[in-house]
């Protein structure tokens, strides 16, 4: 079974400019998660999806935004960029979004914002 | 609100060492825990996850964890160290309402020849 994949895996934008990233969830997983991570916040949860619905957000501003399609595909979005927000973003997709449920991570989508 | 404290950002073991990477949890309910590795430039790959069945959970590639309630912690061991375990690992704690995983900080493992 394909693993979750993210596109592209490299990015530079500029200051204000606006970024989609994209990420394939493994076949028959419905719930895809977000997290950024930088070296000095970590990893931190953005949103979750489910069945094309937000059901989990983490403390971001309104710049970040994301959605899913009805293959569960999802894509995130960040409006106005900052420098602060160079980040590795990884997509994370599991069965039903559980609790308990494991979480497959992708290699992640590597922003640079200058 | 659920927590995970890593203590000791670099541990270093010497090949065929005991590894122990230390994680403590605060939850408000009862608690999912998981331990990820990740490799550069690589994403998140679990090694075990805890979710209230045996306190003691195997994992991939000969990793281990014991969750201890009165303890609040969830330590990694592995016996031996090898030299492809050298990575960052983390420790993290399924919020409730969902999949909203918590990270801890991670622990870099150095591994000597």
């Known amino acids: 079974k394909a693993g979750v994949t993210q596109t592209p895996r490299y990015l530079i934008k500029t200051r204000g400019q606006q970024v989609t990233l994209s990420c394939s969830p493994i076949?028959?997983?419905?719930?895809v998660s977000w997290y950024q991570q930088t070296p000095g916040q970590g990893l931190q949860f953005l949103f979750e999806?489910?069945?094309?619905?937000?059901?989990n957000k983490g403390n971001f501003p309104g710049r970040f935004s994301g959605r899913q399609f009805s293959n569960s595909r999802s894509e995130m979005n960040v409006s106005t960029l900052e420098l602060g927000d160079s980040a590795l973003y990884l997509c994370?997709?599991?069965?039903?979004?559980?609790?308990?449920?494991?979480?497959?991570f992708g290699p992640g989508t590597r922003l640079t914002v200058l | 609100a659920q927590s995970v404290t890593q203590l000791g950002s670099h541990v270093s073991v010497s090949e065929g060492a005991l590894v122990l990477l230390r994680c403590n949890y605060s939850?408000?309910?009862?608690?999912?825990l998981f331990w990820y590795v990740q490799y550069p430039n690589q994403g998140l790959q679990l090694l075990l996850k805890?979710?209230?069945?045996?306190?003691l959970v195997k994992g991939i590639n000969g990793f281990e964890a014991e969750f201890k309630k009165s303890e609040t912690s969830f330590h990694l061991t592995k016996p031996s160290a090898h030299m492809s375990d050298a990575a960052e690992y983390f420790c993290?704690?399924?919020?409730?309402?969902?999949?909203?995983?918590?990270f801890g900080a991670g622990t870099i493992l150095r591994v000597k020849s």
């Open positions: 999806y489910f069945s094309e619905t937000q059901r």
């Open positions: 805890y979710t209230s069945a045996a306190t």
């Open positions: 993290a704690v399924s919020d409730r309402g969902g999949n909203k995983l918590v």
């Open positions: 994370a997709s599991s069965l039903d979004g559980g609790r308990t449920d494991t979480q497959y």
């Open positions: 939850s408000s309910v009862p608690p999912y």
């Open positions: 076949s028959g997983h419905r719930s």
